[in-house]
Nanobody, 111 residues
Framework: QVHLVESGGGLVQAGGSLTLSCVASGRTGNAMTVGWYRQAPGKQRELVALISSGGTTNYADSVKDRFTISRDNAKNMVYLQMNSLKPEETAVYYC?????WGQGTQVTVSS
């Protein structure tokens, strides 16, 4: 079983930046696709970005050109660099690897 832990959330002003981290531990095995998701209050969880084991990335249209997902396979880490943050992006951000989810990290963007 793989255990995921997110970190790096916090309070930031609109237009600011944050970098989230996700570390995997346990039976990580070979690198796999990892996704960042977010869930705002009263809304469904949505996909933000994906990165494959080889580094291919995909982004939700709403975050393209502002967010960057990256990974360090040697450290079992996946990152999400978020720039030009908007108040509506206030949410709990989660990383996901296969069926494993982290506990989430809160991102609050003030206007």
């Amino acid at each position: 079983q793989v255990h995921l832990v997110e970190s790096g959330g916090g309070l930031v002003q609109a237009g600011g930046s944050l970098t989230l981290s996700c570390v995997a531990s346990g039976r990580t095995g070979n690198a796999m696709t990892v996704g960042w998701y977010r869930q705002a209050p009263g809304k469904q969880r949505e996909l933000v970005a994906l990165i494959s084991s080889g580094g291919t990335t995909n982004y939700a249209d709403s975050v393209k050109d502002r967010f960057t997902i990256s990974r360090d396979n040697a450290k079992n880490m996946v990152y999400l660099q978020m720039n030009s943050l908007k108040p509506e992006e206030t949410a709990v951000y989660y990383c996901k690897r296969r069926s494993s989810w982290g506990q989430g990290t809160q991102v609050t963007v003030s206007s």
